[in-house]
């Protein structure tokens, strides 16, 4: 088994034990699941509990929503982004009106990359996030997505910080992020799913949690249970 210092958890309890103690560091994180499921909130508490627990510098990139609205969201579930210094939050409004400054536009992935850089440069980066995938594509004028997805997920790497990318899909999909690539070029997916259960003369959605690809590790591929009270996650598996 690895030592801990050589990974990043999940801080979900119950599936870092069943992951030699999390994912490894340095990996490229997809994390996939549909909507409802919890993958930003997972992708943050990962962030946010570095940054607390082991002072890591960590960036998150969200390309949906405002860095207030995330905040909102955040502490509603028991994290207070001003308690994690180490977490810089950069949403796309502030991101568009960099890259325009650099005159990118409408080259977001040419863009992003030198930003990336430079925050790392200027922040730190240990840790970094970009939520979402989907929301990127859209800003971007693909050629040919499966070079040019092939080219920023290298660059991702070369920031030399544990990556997490939340991707979008639908409940029935057979695909873990838009194009299909990005899962062959991630080193680990953590896929969240819903599942519709009857409960007497009702029905109630479950969210569930399985890690479906770990690259160089033996790990457990089981999907569990989620269940999420305040800030606790953990998993149910007896």
């Known amino acids: 088994m690895a030592r801990s210092e050589d990974r990043i958890p999940t801080y979900v309890a119950g599936l870092d034990e069943r992951l030699g103690g999390g994912v490894p560091k340095g990996h490229l994180v997809l994390v996939s699941g549909p909507p ?14 570095e940054a607390i627990h082991r002072d890591a510098s960590c960036l998150y990139l969200s390309m ?17 982004p001003g308690k994690a210094k180490g977490v810089h939050v950069i949403d796309v409004r502030a991101l568009r009106k960099e890259l325009e400054e650099m005159r990118e536009q409408p080259r977001w992935i040419l863009g992003l990359r030198r930003q990336l850089a430079r925050y790392k440069e200027e922040l730190g980066c240990d840790l970094l996030a970009i939520d979402s995938l989907d929301a990127l594509y859209a800003l971007t004028p693909f050629e040919n997505p499966r070079n040019e997805i092939f080219t920023f997920f290298e660059e991702l790497r070369d920031l030399q910080a544990t990556s997490y990318l939340v991707a979008e899909i639908a409940r ?15 080193d680990t997916i ?3 799913r819903l599942r519709e259960m009857d409960a007497g003369l009702a029905t ?12 160089g590790v033996n790990h457990d591929m089981d999907y569990y249970p989620l269940l999420v009270d305040g800030n606790t996650f953990e998993i149910v598996s007896e």
């Open 36 to 49: 409802g499921s919890l993958k930003s909130s997972l992708v943050f508490r990962i962030l946010y509990s």
């Open 64 to 80: 949906e929503q405002s860095r207030e609205s995330l905040g909102a969201q955040m502490r509603a579930l028991g994290m207070d």
């Open 172 to 186: 029935d999909s057979t695909r873990f992020a838009k194009y299909g690539v990005e899962e062959f070029l991630a």
């Open 190 to 192: 953590i896929h969240l």
């Open 204 to 215: 109630t959605v479950r969210r569930y949690i399985g890690v479906v690809k770990m690259r």
